[in-house]
């Protein structure tokens, strides 16, 4: 069962404690007299009702035993305007009207299900039978009298998902309302085939991830990062990002990592979780490790598990969420974003010279820099930073005609950064602005990075690179 709900504004989590604790005995024999179990797509029922069920108090994110799904009354069903549309994968019942937008949700959902089995590493054919009951709902009092809404399920605004159920309130936007479905989806096909989703930043994370969609001429794409806030209306969770930030509300991936069961309660924590989920699986550094968790989501020591899967990679990951927290934008470009934090050695009293893409986010230069010490940065050289409706060229000053950041579009930019990223990735959330020249006298000691000022999401339209040379100040 999932305890989420989605909102047009994002998720909220509901209360963790539903009753009563059952003795181990007493769940051994539960587990071991499923009352729901899937068999090469079959399912297995008793006579337990899911109102048995609610009163047992169980680890959040995890398969049900006993919880079986739907029997729908067809013809009181259809007595309160509620109408079926069979898919595959899905059957969902709804009291909205006829429209294509509605009608083709089964299709979106039988698309999402080989997405899943690929990400996951489950053999499709083994399933040939799986399926959800959805419940699309405009009128919730119609439900409840067609019995399709059973009364003790708990109150939740907008998703709420267990097993093979899943009940939607109808949404503003059609994103939303196929955002809401395969988010709702991705934890029923994780408690169903999975048997678990994972500790809280884990489970809402990959449902976000899996949410986060493109539908176009009827193909779905899933794990997307929406490139504009029209490609995701209602989604919000860029911009919950970036209100946290300005807010000096930054959370460290330690504290995201850390969430409880009841932190999703709070939009806040659907927007990080996604935040991190997205990170760790566009990342060429982290991706195919992030990729393995799937199979650990039962295991008790699951995070542990995955800060030992990121071993002594844990200083640069959290610089990197640092640099993509404060960045935050619709299209944000993880691999192009990506930092190597190789430390670098001293300039030495000559000029170090060294070629800067205009393409890329922030990049070592191999150059160490101490302490208290001053260096001089010259910079030259003429680039593209966009090409619509025509081309921009630049210099390190930077176009002064637009502003990103609070400088000049393109202009220089200088971070240094302590020995592997031991500050946690703050020194690149205030950059120093370098542009023709500069001469720096860093606080710390650490490698010097440079990057042009340009969002993280436009980088793709850049051409061109800037000679940089580096020496001590005389």
């Not at 006298?441 to 940089?468: H, K, M, Y």
Request: glycine letters at 8%.
């Amino acid at each position: 069962m999932t305890r989420s709900e989605t909102s047009s504004d994002g998720p909220r989590r509901l209360p963790a404690a539903w009753g009563r604790r059952l003795l181990l005995g007493a769940a051994v024999l539960l587990l071991s007299s499923s009352a729901v179990a899937q068999e090469e797509g079959t399912y297995k029922r008793s006579g337990r009702s899911l109102a048995d069920l609610m009163k047992v108090d169980h680890t959040p994110g995890h398969f049900v035993p006993g919880a079986a799904p739907s029997k729908v009354d067809e013809a009181k069903a259809a007595r309160e305007g509620i109408r079926k549309i069979a898919g595959r994968r899905l059957v969902l019942y709804t009291d909205l009207p006829a429209d294509p937008l509605i009608d083709e949700l089964p299709e979106v959902f039988e698309q999402a299900f080989p997405l899943w089995c690929a990400y996951f590493g489950v053999e499709p054919q083994r399933y040939p039978d799986w399926h959800m009951i959805g419940f699309l709902m405009q009128d919730a009092d119609s439900f409840r009298r067609a019995g399709m809404l059973p009364p003790h399920l708990p109150p939740f605004t907008n998703g709420y998902s267990v097993n093979y159920d899943l009940w939607l309130y109808e949404q503003p936007t059609p994103y939303y309302r196929r955002h809401l479905l395969l988010h709702e989806g991705t934890h029923g096909f994780m408690n169903t085939i999975l048997r678990s989703c994972g500790p809280p930043w884990y489970m809402e994370g990959i449902a976000e991830l899996f949410g986060t969609h493109r539908w176009e001429n009827h193909r779905l794409a899933m794990g997307v990062i929406p490139k504009t806030r029209d490609e995701a209306p209602g989604w919000g969770r860029v911009r919950i990002i970036q209100d946290e930030v300005a807010a000096e509300n930054t959370l460290s991936l330690d504290d995201v990592l850390r969430f409880s069961g009841t932190a999703h309660r709070q939009n806040e924590a659907y927007a990080w979780s996604w935040a991190a989920a997205i990170l760790l699986d566009s990342h060429p550094r982290y991706q195919a490790r992030f990729r393995t968790l799937g199979a650990a989501v039962e295991a008790a020591d699951f995070t542990q598990r995955f800060r030992r899967l990121i071993g002594e990679d844990w200083n640069t990951l959290a610089a990197e969420w640092q640099v993509m927290a404060t960045n935050m934008e619709y299209g944000y470009d993880v691999a192009k974003m990506a930092l190597d934090m190789t430390p670098g050695s001293p300039p030495g009293s000559d000029w170090k010279v060294l070629q800067l893409s205009a393409t890329e986010g922030w990049q070592n230069t191999g150059v160490r820099l101490e302490a208290g010490t001053r260096y001089a940065i010259r910079a030259q050289g003429r680039y593209q930073v966009t090409k619509e409706p025509v081309i921009w060229w630049c210099e390190p000053g930077g176009v002064t005609i637009r502003y990103y950041d609070g400088h000049p579009l393109g202009m220089l930019l200088a971070a240094v950064s302590p020995e592997n990223g031991e500050d946690g990735g703050k020194s690149f959330a205030q950059p120093t602005p370098v542009g023709l020249g500069e001469t720096l006298a860093p606080e710390s000691s650490g490698t010097l990075f440079l990057r042009i000022n340009e969002s993280p999401a436009e980088l793709d339209d850049n051409e061109g690179s800037l000679d940089v040379a580096i020496r001590k100040a005389s």
